[in-house]
């Protein structure tokens, strides 16, 4: 698909990159505006969903709700696992009991609808199908290509592309992650590092059923996560394993044949779900934590992994871009409505006021957690799982912390409360 041409007078939102978030804030201004608003993607790969193959994602209940108002929910909900309850527990490798010190996912304990799960695990290729299908189909086009160089000219964002076009917007989103150029390119600092961990991802299939639950284990070397998927493969049923480990550890780790690396997986699995296969992966991911001093610049707004970074010990990843476009379209939105220019600073100052604290917080949040559990000193130890204990039979504080798991509470953008734009 090439990029649009807008008509007279009407606008033109820019997006450089493909991923998740840039589909649903796509699919969101477009599905607003209609043509009165061109909106056109750009992505080397095409926004090639297969890139996603073997990944999936938590996805909170405020993101379903996006979803669900977006008319994509019905379409994947049939690929997507409720996560009825979450189970936490703290120990080293060689431990033979793991006891349970945070359980939290029940009706109540938060302001979810009663009998809505928070969060539904969800396989990336076909969310990502959907998505890309519902832009089609709402009229977003899309451009195969990179941007070489954005030039701000005035009223109007110049994007030159690798294929030699040159396209004109009000506004370019910088979706091109965590190490986006175009943020370098606008002299946006970014504070953060890299952990001294690698994730490490797969699926496997089991003899057993889940039952929706998810299990995250801490241990030393990082947490080690069980989540469920819809039921499928060789053996019945499905989870997807989300692995940290020392980075110094892992080529040792991995190296060895898929039985080698399925009886790694097994150590550390400790559930009851009887015979295990290892049906994809493993793939490995350096793990970081970042985040951008600023969220725009002239006519540039930075979304998703070129805004922040943050480690996956709380699955939030996916969550935060879809809120970041959740909030851009909000924002993007009410500036065309008022005849206002949606590229304009004070529209991208209130975009970077709705999302900067929340993202600050969360990678505050994950990089303190796992600083906290990725240490087996004894007195640390016996002191988290103490505060553990103490959350989950304080009502209130718990109410509070899943209420952020989920995605729920009522600072979120409107999509994300499940309202229309």
């Known amino acids: 698909m090439t990029a649009e041409t807008p008509r ?114 969800i396989e990336a290729e076909p969310l990502a199908e959907t998505l890309l299908r519902a832009c089609r189909e709402a009229g977003v086009a899309l451009v195969t290509s990179g941007v070489v160089r954005a030039t701000p000219e005035g009223a109007a964002i110049h994007a030159e592309l690798t294929t030699g076009e040159r396209l004109r917007g009000d506004l370019l989103v910088a979706a091109d992650g965590a190490r986006s150029r175009l943020r370098e390119a606008a002299r946006i600092g970014w504070v953060g590092g890299s952990y001294p961990q690698v994730g490490i991802v797969a699926t496997i299939g089991h ?74 992966g493993p793939s490995r991911h350096p793990l970081a934590v970042g985040l951008a001093r600023r969220f725009y610049a002239e006519r540039l707004a930075l979304l998703g992994d070129a805004a922040h970074v943050v480690h996956p010990i709380a699955g939030q990843g996916l969550n935060l871009g879809l809120a970041d476009a959740a909030a851009l379209a909000e924002a993007v939105t009410g500036a065309l409505r008022l005849g206002l220019d949606p590229g304009g600073p004070d529209i ?18 994950t990089d303190g957690l796992n600083r906290l559990f990725s240490n087996d000193a004894l007195p640390l130890r016996l002191a988290r799982d103490l505060g553990l204990g103490i959350v989950d039979r304080l009502p209130g504080l718990k109410r509070f912390f899943i209420g952020e798991a989920a995605a729920a509470r009522g600072s979120r953008p409107r999509l994300m409360r499940g309202e229309a734009l």
């Open 348 to 365: 991208l100052r209130d975009y970077e006021r709705a999302r900067r604290f929340d993202s600050f917080a969360m990678a505050a949040v």
């Open 207 to 280: 003899a057993r059923p889940h039952g929706g639950r998810a299990f995250e284990h801490f241990l030393p070397a990082g947490p080690f996560a069980i989540l469920p998927l819809r039921d499928g493969g060789v053996l019945g049923h499905r989870s997807s394993i989300v692995w940290t480990e020392r980075a110094d550890a892992v080529d040792a780790l991995l190296a060895g044949e898929p039985d080698e690396v399925l009886a790694e997986i097994e150590r550390r699995f400790t559930l009851d779900l009887g015979p295990l296969s290892l049906e994809h």
């Open 8 to 121: 007279p007078g009407s606008r033109r939102l820019l997006i450089a990159g493909g991923g998740l978030p840039s589909l649903a804030l796509a699919l969101a201004v477009k599905q607003a505006h209609g043509p009165a608003l061109a909106v056109t993607v750009i992505d080397p790969s095409g926004a090639d969903s297969a890139r996603h193959r073997g990944r999936a994602y938590a996805l909170a209940a405020g993101g379903r709700r996006m979803l669900d108002r977006l008319g994509v929910w019905d379409r994947v909900s049939g690929t997507a696992e409720p996560i009825t309850a979450m189970v936490i527990s703290d120990s080293r490798l060689a431990d033979p009991v793991r006891p349970t010190f945070l359980t939290f996912g029940q009706d109540g304990e938060d302001d979810r609808d009663e009998g809505e799960p928070f969060a539904h695990m």
